[in-house]
C-alpha cells in the first residue's frame, strides 16, 4: 500500500501504478480470506501496536454494522494528486497567483523567473497596477516590500491612508496607494450612530468637567476644588472634593444626588461604572460592627444615577464643536479597521485525492489561517470544517 502511495506521488507512469495496483490487489485478497476484514474486531485487536492499521482500515468501505460494501478506490484509481511544480507562466497574473501559492506573498523576483525575465520588474508593476502595492513602511530596494491588494487594502486603514500620503508627498510612485486607500476608507459614522456613555476613557478629562459644572451648578469659589482627575495608568476616575458642596446645595443633594450620597460621588462611580450603593453601620448580637446595604436608599441613589445618566446623554451632542471633535476621535478611534477578505483560489493542493472538490468558502477559510495569523473559523454545521482542517493542516506545514 505505501509504495501504491509513493507511486502516485511521484508521478509514476499509469501502468506502473495499475502493476502496483493489481499487487496490492492480490495481497489483499489473500490476507482476507485468511483473516477476514481488516475492519474486524480480531485484526483491530492484532494490529493494535501498528500505527499504520488505520491507514490500512482505509482500503474497506464497511458499512455501519462492519460488513464490506466495496473495495477503495485505491486499487482501481489514482487518489493522489502529485505536486508538479511550475517553472513558467505566460501573464504577471498567473506569476502572482503561483508565487502567493509558493511563497505566501508577491515575491517579485521569484515572478519574474516564471515570467523569463529575471530581474526586470517594470511590467510585472504596470499590469499589476491596483492588484499589488509597495508599502511604504518596508525597506529595500525596488522588488521588495510588495503586497496583494486584499493584504495592503486592509487593517487599520486610516493609518495606512496617512503613510502613504507622507510617502506620496517625497514619491510619486506612492500616489497609486493614496488613491485606493481613499476608496477603501470606511463610512464615517454620525453622532446618531455613536453610543456616548460616562465612564468611556476616549472622552475627553475636560468634557466630562465642563458636563459636571454646567449640569451640577457648584458655586464659582467651589470650582477650583471639585475637579475630574483621570489616571491612564489604571483607567480610573476621580473626583476631587466631592463633599465640599454644603447640604443646601439643591444640584447636588436633591435633584442629582441623595442626603447619602450626592451628585458628586455618584458621578464618580458611574465613571467607574459602578453601580451606586448605600451601607448602613450596625452591631450584631456579639457587637461586632458590619455593613449591610440598605436597599430604598440605594434605590433611590440609583434612579439619581440614571438620571445623571440621562442628563449626559441631552447634554454630550448639544454643542457643535464638541459635536464634531467627538464623532471625529471616535471614527479615528474604532472605525478605521476594513476587514480582510481572503481568497483561496490560487493555492494548490498537492497530494490530495483528485476525486475532492473544496467549496470556495474551504479554499478562503485555509487561506485565512495560512496568512491571517491566529483565526477562529466558526463555521455552520454542514460546512465540511473536518475536511478544511484535514487540507488546512499539510498547506500550512508546506
Known amino acids: 500500500m505505501q509504495e501504491l502511495i509513493d507511486y502516485q506521488l511521484n508521478d509514476y507512469p499509469e501502468d506502473a501504478i495499475a502493476q502496483k495496483q493489481r499487487e496490492l490487489n492480490v495481497a489483499y485478497d489473500r490476507f482476507t480470506d485468511q483473516y477476514g476484514l481488516i475492519n474486524s474486531r480480531a485484526n483491530a485487536q492484532a494490529f493494535s501496536e501498528d500505527s499504520s492499521y488505520y491507514l490500512l482500515c482505509s482500503l474497506e468501505n464497511v458499512d455501519e454494522n462492519g460488513r464490506l460494501e466495496s473495495k477503495a478506490d485505491m486499487f ?43 530581474g526586470e520588474y517594470e511590467k510585472i508593476q504596470q499590469e499589476l497596477h491596483g492588484v499589488i502595492f509597495k508599502d511604504p513602511m518596508t525597506q529595500g530596494g525596488e ?57 468611556a476613557t476616549w472622552v475627553n478629562r475636560d468634557y466630562i468637567q465642563q458636563f459636571m459644572e454646567e449640569t451640577f451648578e457648584p458655586p464659582f469659589y467651589l470650582r477650583r476644588n471639585i475637579e475630574v482627575k483621570f489616571s491612564p495608568m489604571t483607567a480610573e476616575w476621580q473626583i476631587t472634593g466631592k463633599s465640599t458642596p454644603s447640604r443646601n446645595d439643591v444640584h447636588a443633594y436633591m435633584t442629582y444626588g441623595t442626603s447619602r450620597a450626592n451628585a458628586y460621588r455618584i458621578l464618580e462611580d458611574t465613571l467607574n461604572l459602578r453601580d451606586i450603593r448605600i451601607y448602613d453601620t450596625v452591631e450584631d448580637a456579639d457587637g ?48 478605521s479597521t476594513r476587514p480582510r477578505e481572503y481568497d483561496g ?51 500550512a506545514c508546506r
Open 345 to 395: 483560489s490560487h493555492i494548490r493542493f498537492g497530494g490530495m485525492n483528485p476525486e475532492i472538490r473544496l467549496r470556495e468558502h474551504q479554499q478562503n477559510a485555509i487561506a485565512h489561517v495560512l496568512y491571517g495569523g491566529n483565526t477562529l473559523l466558526a463555521h455552520e454545521v454542514d460546512a465540511a470544517p473536518t475536511r478544511f482542517s484535514y487540507n488546512r493542516m499539510p498547506e
Open 143 to 199: 522588488e521588495t516590500g510588495w503586497v496583494t491588494a486584499d493584504e495592503y487594502l486592509s487593517g487599520n486603514v486610516r493609518e495606512k491612508l496617512r503613510v502613504a500620503e507622507l510617502a506620496a508627498a517625497s514619491d510619486p510612485a506612492f500616489a497609486v496607494n493614496t488613491e485606493y486607500l481613499k476608496k477603501a476608507q470606511p463610512k464615517d459614522l454620525d453622532a446618531s450612530e455613536i453610543d456616548v456613555r460616562l465612564g
Open 76 to 118: 482501481t484509481k489514482r487518489t493522489i494528486r502529485p505536486e508538479r511544480a511550475v517553472t513558467s507562466v505566460d501573464t504577471p497574473a498567473e506569476a502572482l497567483a503561483i508565487s502567493i501559492g509558493e511563497r505566501g506573498r508577491a515575491d517579485l523576483p521569484y515572478m519574474s523567473e516564471l515570467l523569463g525575465t529575471p
Open 288 to 335: 461586632k460592627q458590619k455593613r449591610v446595604l440598605n436597599k430604598k436608599e440605594t434605590t433611590l441613589a440609583q434612579q439619581k444615577q440614571q438620571a445623571i445618566k440621562d442628563a449626559f446623554q441631552n447634554w454630550v451632542w448639544k454643542d457643535p464643536y464638541r459635536r464634531a471633535e467627538l464623532v471625529e476621535k471616535y471614527n479615528e478611534l474604532f472605525n
